[in-house]
C-alpha cells in the first residue's frame, strides 16, 4: 500500500528515469512508487562501494537519512530509536535498515561504534551528497557543518521501490521519522 | 591558490569553531601571546590521524609544555560536533584543543588545502605541523604524503621548538 509522508509533501519537478539510469544532474523528487536510483555509496572503513538497487532489491527495508553523525538530534534521538526498535522492526518484516549522511565512512563507521549500531543499523556514506541531491533531499548546512547535508527522512522499500516516505520539516527536530511513528505505519 | 605558509608569515585571521557552530573561536586572537603547536590532519577518525599522528601530540604534550608551549591545536575540515565526538574518542581532553575549519577557509589561508572529494567528499587539510609564537609561524612541517606520519609528527616537531 502506497503510502504519502504525512508530514511534508515533497514536490518534484521530475520524474525518476527508468532504472538502471543514473539521474540527470537536476534536482528532483524521490517519491512514493519510485525505483531507488542505481547509485554508488560507500559502506564501512573499507570504502566498500555498495550499489543502492542491488542493497534494497529483494528485501524490505528501511533507510533514514540524517544531517550529520555526532549532530545532537541524530545522535540523542534519531539513531538511538533506530538501535533500540530494531527488533520490533524484524517483527514487523523488515530485514535491514540503513542510516545515510552526507559523511564519510570514517566518521560514519566511529559514531556507529559511539552508538552500539553494529549488527543493527548499517552506515551509507553518501560522501558527495550525489543520492541526497538527486531524490531532492539535500538541505544547505554550509554556514553551521560546512556543505550539503541530507534532510531528515525515512523511507520505507520494497524490493527497490519507495513505499513510504516521511521527511521531518524541521530538520532539527525528529518527529515522525522515528522508528517509534515508523512502526506504528508498517 | 594560496602559496604554503612558511617561517615569517603571520597566522590568518580565520574563525574555527570549538565544538559546536554557534561557538566561534578566532584563531589569531586564540593564538595571541602566546607559544602554539598547530596541527593540520586530512580528517577526524580516519585512520593514520586517529591511530598515530594526534596520539603522539596528546603523549608528548608535557614535553611540548616544557619547551614553552602554551596550546596545542589540532584542525580538520569537519564540523564541530565530529571534531568534539573526535576529541571524545582520542581522549585528548584539555592537552590538543581541537577546532573545526568547517569550511575548510584555515587549510586554504594557509595553502595547506587538498582535494580529498573523491575518498572523503571535499576539501579537506594536508597534514603538517606549525610551531607558532605570537602569531608569527617558526616552524612548518608538511608531509608530502598526507597519508603518512614523518615529517609532521610530535617528536620531529620537538626538535624544532
Known amino acids: 500500500m502506497h503510502r504519502l509522508g504525512f508530514c511534508a509533501g515533497q514536490l518534484g519537478s521530475l520524474r525518476l528515469r527508468l532504472a538502471g539510469q543514473l539521474l540527470p544532474a537536476r534536482a528532483m523528487s524521490l517519491k512514493v512508487g519510485d525505483k531507488l536510483p542505481a547509485m554508488e555509496l560507500v559502506e564501512g572503513l573499507e570504502m566498500k562501494k555498495v550499489n543502492l538497487q542491488e542493497l534494497f532489491a529483494g528485501q524490505r527495508s528501511i533507510l533514514f537519512g540524517v544531517p550529520g553523525a555526532f549532530t545532537p538530534t541524530c545522535s540523542r534521538v534519531h539513531l538511538p530509536s533506530y538501535v533500540r526498535d530494531y527488533d520490533k522492526l524484524k517483527a514487523k518484516g523488515i530485514s535491514q535498515v540503513f542510516c545515510l549522511a552526507v559523511n564519510d565512512p570514517f566518521v560514519m563507521q566511529a559514531w556507529s561504534d559511539a552508538n552500539g549500531a553494529e549488527g543493527k543499523v548499517r552506515m551509507l556514506s553518501d560522501t558527495q551528497a550525489i543520492f541526497v541531491e538527486a531524490a531532492g533531499l539535500s538541505l544547505d548546512l554550509s554556514h553551521l557543518l560546512g556543505g550539503l547535508r541530507a534532510k531528515r527522512f525515512v523511507m520505507v522499500i520494497e524490493d527497490g521501490v519507495v513505499k513510504q516516505l516521511d521527511v521531518e520539516p524541521d530538520p532539527t527536530k525528529a518527529t515522525c521519522t522515528l522508528a517509534d511513528q515508523l512502526l506504528q505505519s508498517l | ?161
Do not use: Y
Request: net charge neutral; hydrophobic share 45%.
Open chain 2, 1 to 161: 591558490m594560496t602559496s604554503q605558509v612558511k617561517p615569517g608569515d603571520r597566522l590568518p585571521q580565520v574563525t574555527l569553531f570549538d565544538g559546536a557552530p554557534n561557538k566561534p573561536v578566532r584563531i589569531d586572537e586564540l593564538c595571541a601571546g602566546k607559544s602554539v603547536v598547530i596541527v593540520g590532519v586530512p580528517g577526524a577518525f580516519t585512520p593514520t590521524c586517529h591511530s598515530s599522528h594526534l596520539p603522539g601530540f596528546v603523549a608528548d604534550f608535557d614535553k611540548l609544555k616544557a619547551k614553552g608551549v602554551d596550546l596545542v591545536i589540532c584542525v580538520a575540515v569537519n564540523d564541530p560536533f565530529v571534531m568534539a565526538a573526535w576529541a571524545g574518542a582520542l581522549g585528548s581532553g584539555d592537552k590538543v584543543l581541537m577546532l573545526a575549519d568547517s569550511r575548510a577557509e584555515f587549510a586554504k589561508a594557509l595553502g595547506m588545502d587538498i582535494d580529498l572529494t573523491a575518498v572523503l567528499g571535499s576539501v579537506r587539510c594536508r597534514r603538517f605541523s606549525m610551531h607558532v609564537v605570537d602569531n608569527v609561524v617558526k616552524s612548518v612541517n608538511a608531509e608530502e604524503d598526507s597519508s603518512k606520519v614523518d615529517a609532521s609528527s610530535s617528536c620531529r616537531l620537538l626538535t624544532k621548538i
